[in-house]
């Protein structure tokens, strides 16, 4: 396994699996969630009418989607001692949240770069 930080992100690669991704928190998640919310009720989240993709109007779908699933999951903890838990996914019955995933990271990195760039 392979990490390398640039920056605050954090790049993850497992080479037995061949599996690359960004390594992410609960702190992070929520920032994320945060901010792309935010970014929602603004009106400054757009998409292209020439979306780039092998299947353009099947992945706004899936994007839909993800978006309606993704939210707090709770888990009850083990015993009455254990603590509950609490983490943002789309990971419900199958389901998948990676392009909500995708566009949490595009507005948090898009945010802490103007930010980064506003206080220097």
């Known amino acids: 396994m392979y990490i390398c930080v ?3 992100f954090v790049d993850w690669q497992d080479q ?8 992410t928190d609960n702190a992070t998640k929520h920032s994320m969630a945060t901010i792309t919310n935010t970014m929602l009720r603004e009106r400054r989240i757009h998409i292209a009418k020439n979306l780039v993709s092998r299947e353009p109007k099947q992945n706004l779908v899936r994007l839909r989607e ?4 993704y939210s707090y999951q709770h888990k009850l903890p083990g015993d009455t001692f254990g603590k ?14 990676d392009l909500v995933i995708c566009l949490q990271l595009g507005c948090y990195w898009s945010s802490s770069h103007i930010l980064s760039k506003t206080h220097q």
């Open 84 to 97: 509950l838990q609490v983490a943002l996914s789309g990971k419900v019955g199958g389901a998948k949240d």
């Open 16 to 23: 037995k699996a061949g599996r690359v991704g960004i390594l």
């Open 66 to 69: 993800q978006m309606g699933i």
């Open 6 to 8: 640039f920056t605050e």
